[in-house]
């Protein structure tokens, strides 16, 4: 089932243009990974898609209405968004911090109602941050905020969850531990969830659906298997690459060339 | 982490609110002595009032109480309340837990205001009400709009530029300022002790202006708490879970900035205030603006109430000016805070 | 929490709105004082009438039933003008700035002149309170809604300034022949002065109000010390600027005959000063201070000042 439909989207930074026509449509449970070179307007797209840009031209369809006719609620109840770092000043504790997630739902001033609690729960069980929600966010190591914050997400009970880079900052261990959340989130709970990537080795292993972004448009799209080849690589990144294959999970790897180590 | 406080912190203010109103009324360079304080402002109650005598006492007395001691007491009140909600509020947009009401310039166009007013003759006519108010207003408005119209471009209002440009002007105000000092010897003392702050002066004119202003202000900022909990994580993230960002910076920005400009138009610019009280107060009761917001405004009016009394009591007839006392007071009770937290923060 | 904040903002209006209503009517701004006790009924059938007015430097008329039995000073021109009517016994309080004669002290105290106490002026309850424009008109305010009159006196800073103050003070507390007195004699030891000059060849001066890392000050042209000096048989060298603020260079290019110090300027200062060091008035000591108060304040004592200025500036002349 189609949950989101991109059709020529356009966005400009004053006269310089950004996204120049993306066309993607997104399917009900899959996991879906944004690639591109740095500039290609990957972080531009999520930015129009949760709200906090607006297109100059395109349309966005959420099943058959239109992301621009919405009101920040009620998009914030079909998109959610989970941001690669986030450094919040105040002390505020982890369970506050999930809660806010049900923004869309209620007043911010008024207290949590049981639905809500419901859905707080719900997401730290999915998310295991359940014995830390009297913690400081503060206090948290790499991997553990980025759980709170993929908890928050989650309450906000979405159908799509947009993900920017969510492990470009965190250790090996933490970066495998929120892939497979993320990936879970998709396969057991249906959720959409379009993660822009930066490591085309874990795009491989992860991501059902790829889309290889260059200049502001989408120039391919389709299975790992067929997106990550040396040619399409080298002529959308400009480096010299080898792709073979990961005996432990079967996807493909890559391995960037160098002119020194280089068997070819 | 702290836990939720619950009714009982504010019933606690609350009744440390009264009671700072009526030990403030009892003091004073008149020595009118506190029993008869008590029985001159009961005796102004509809009902209790008929039980009172005070016939024995003097009639300056009544007027000492009600034209002088109460305006000024509500006055402190208004003051504290104002500076302290605006401290939160523009610590929470900044994201800054060092922000203060007087980051955009406003403080710095008050006194340029105020400056030009004391120059241009407040004495021109002895009985016109407030021109160093209104002038002092009209700087802090015109700062404010600069520093916002700089700052914002095709709607968007970023919050590093606006503080920036903040800074810009306070600088350019204060260049005006002391080319001021410099061509007018004869009212720089009396510029330098405007700034300084000072509750002399109040009347029931100045809590007429104030009071609506502050309170309305106060109400609706508080009604923005719970939002300003979800702006205070990030912009990004705000937007991202439903909030109108932008709309709600500018709200919070008019009437914070409205709010403080009163404040600060008819007491001077008090420092430390704005930038402790939320300080301190985070430390009770946590970063939750629905309760600090609220608890804030209750501690500010009564650190600065008890502040004004004791300004206007400790060496009378001598008034010390009340911004040098909110920072010697308020000073040591940080850093012990600060000690006792030190573990927290660093981490 | 909704209904917890609006809760909050109804208390909190409701007990200012008490305190403010049960507040009254503030009391109204009356220029006129509480009646005065007149002294022991006249056995005559027609008394006079004691009523009268009088006019302040402000152009406000205030008319009293009876001469106030006490007032409060907040300047120390008047405190000084008071002193010399003889008026003292009825002075209830005086600013911290007066400091003379030395009685004054024995009297309380009201605090700064622009920021006076007004707590304690109105619990001192007086019949007239003598002001200058230098106290903050919002207390000015404030003690007249208290129904005690207030009487500004503030002139010109000149002669005639100083006389008018005088007449002002002994008009308010029905001393005008009393204040005569002390005008006419000052008009006569101020004409002798002129008279003992006139002709004499006239020496240039400097007054110096202040030097060194704060700036060096005189009395520009127009002020009232510069007017003293161009009266005493002297030119004022710096009347080519108005205002306060001078140069050195400019000082030593015209290397007055004589200097004026004021109280700021200490004498052995100027002997290690740079520029007024190699004046001929620092090398030949012809530098004599002035008192500052007598000869700042509009009151009794301007007189004397200016004698004692033309003495420093002709010593020959007054053996």
Redesign the interface.
Known sequence: MKVMEIKDLQFSYGSLGVLRGVDMDFYKGTFYGILGPNGCGKSTLL?NL???LKPSSGTVLLGSKKLGSMK??????R???V?QD????????VF??IA??R??YH?????LGSDDMEQIEKAMAETSTTHLK???I??LSGGEKQRALIARAFA?DSEII?MDEPVSMLDINHQIEIMDLSRSLADRLDKTIVCVLHDLNLAAQYAQHIFLMKDGVVLKQGLPDEILDADIISEVYGANVFVGTNEISGSKIVIPLSRHNNPF | MKKRAGVWIYLFLFAALVASVIFSAGKGSADIGFINSMKIILSRIPFIGRNIDIQALPESYSTIIFSIRLPRILTSILCGMGLSVCGVVFQGMFRNPMADPYVLGISSGAVLGAAIAFVVGTQAALFNFALVPLFAFIGAAVATTVVYLIAQKKGQLSTNILILSGIAIGFLCSSIISLIIIASREQAHRIIFWTLGSMTGSSWKTVLVMLPIILVGTVVLLFNSGNLNILSTGDETAVSLGINATALKKILLAVASLVTAVSVCFCGTIGFVGLIIPHAVRFITGPDHRRLMPVSALAGSIFLLLCDTAARTLFAPQEIPIGVLTSLLGVPFFISLLIRNKRRIAA | MKRKLVLFAAVFMALALILAGCSGQEAEVSKTPEPTPVGTPEPEPTPVDPSYTVTDSQGNEITFDDVPESFVSVAPNITEIVFALGAENKMLARTDWCNYPAEVFDYDSVGNIDQPDVEKIISLEPGVVLLTEMTAKELALQIQDAGIPIFVVDNEETFEGAYSCIEMVGAVLGLDEEAETIVTDMKERIQAVMDKVAGTEKKTVYYVMGYGEYGDYTAGKGTFISDMINSAGATNVADDTEGWSYSVEKLVEHDPDVLLLSMWAPADGLKEATGYKDLTAVKTDMMFTLDDDSLQRLGPRIAEAFETMAMAIHPELFE
């Open positions: 930015k949760y709200g906090y920040p609620r009620e998009r914030a109840k998109i959610a968004y941001p986030s450094h919040i000043d105040f002390d505020y504790t506050d911090v806010m997630g923004n869309p007043n911010a001033l008024d207290n009297d913690k400081s503060n206090e906000q947009l």
